[in-house]
């Protein structure tokens, strides 16, 4: 299991740009898939982006494609999120999630495949 923090959240106007970071515990980052999710009050949690534990295969959302951009740095046991173009539709609770898998050229999406998620951090987005 992995212990995961995320930083960086905030509020910023429609237009601007975010980076999310996420710090990971453990010796073992590189056997994780990272993912991205959100969610907003009233609403389900949702997949946001990931990357393969290589990190060389990532997957979006389509309501953030061409905007957010996710990375990993296995030496430092980092993940990022850059949110450009921010939207207030993307004002949400933003969590970390990893899910270790065997394969590491996949991206896994589904919310309930990740066993660990870190505590959230709040991204606020005014009009």
């Known amino acids: 299991q992995v212990q995961l923090v995320e930083s960086g959240g905030g509020l910023v106007q429609a237009g601007g740009s975010l980076r999310l970071s996420c710090a990971a515990s453990?010796?073992?980052?590189?056997?994780?898939?990272m993912g991205w999710f959100r969610q907003a009050p009233g609403k389900e949690r949702e997949f946001v982006g990931g990357i393969s534990r290589s990190g060389g295969m990532t997957n979006y959302a389509n309501s953030v494609k061409g905007r957010f951009t996710i990375s990993r740095d296995n030496a430092e046991n980092t993940v990022t999120l850059q949110m450009n173009n921010l939207k207030p539709e993307d004002t949400a609770v933003y969590y970390c999630?990893?899910?270790?898998?065997?394969?590491?050229?996949?991206?896994?999406?589904?919310?309930?495949?990740?066993?660990?998620w870190g505590q959230g951090t709040q991204v606020t987005v005014s009009s």
């Open positions: 453990g010796r073992t980052f590189s056997n994780y898939c």
């Open positions: 999630a990893a899910a270790a898998t065997l394969d590491r050229a996949i991206v896994v999406t589904r919310t309930n495949a990740y066993p660990s």
